[in-house]
Nanobody, 123 residues
Framework: HVQLVESGGGSVQAGGSLKLSCAAS??????YSWFRQAPGKEREGVAA????????YYLNSVEGRFTISHDNAKNTLYLQMNSLKPEDTAMYIC???????????????????WGQGTQVTVS
């Protein structure tokens, strides 16, 4: 039984930082991602990582401010978010998938396993 449990969300002022965690259990995947969804908006891919070769991918608007990482020993995904902006306010959801060959890191269809999300509010 695969389970993804996020933590670390909260409320911060603009310019602040937060670090999100996503503990995975039941299986070790090779690709992980963070998505976010604000009220009334589509869910969008924010950052992704291929644990096989360490490649990382970012949404343009968070490039340079967010860093995705994965601890293989703990099977835990992280998202370090710095210089937060009000437009970063959303529910952040982690996703996991087993991808081989060409894949779209920030597309929902690349992932079959999803967490429940953790709320991030920037004011």
């Amino acid at each position: 039984h695969v389970q993804l449990v996020e933590s670390g969300g909260g409320s911060v002022q603009a310019g602040g930082s937060l670090k999100l965690s996503c503990a995975a259990s039941g299986y070790t995947f090779n690709t992980y991602s963070w998505f976010r969804q604000a009220p009334g908006k589509e869910r969008e891919g924010v950052a992704a990582i291929d644990t096989g070769d360490g490649s990382t991918y970012y949404l343009n608007s968070v490039e340079g401010r967010f860093t995705i990482s994965h601890d293989n020993a703990k099977n835990t995904l992280y998202l370090q978010m710095n210089s937060l902006k009000p437009e970063d306010t959303a529910m952040y959801i982690c996703a996991a998938g087993q991808n081989a060959g060409p894949w779209n890191p920030l597309q929902r269809s690349s992932y079959l396993n999803w967490g429940q999300g953790t709320q991030v509010t920037v004011s």
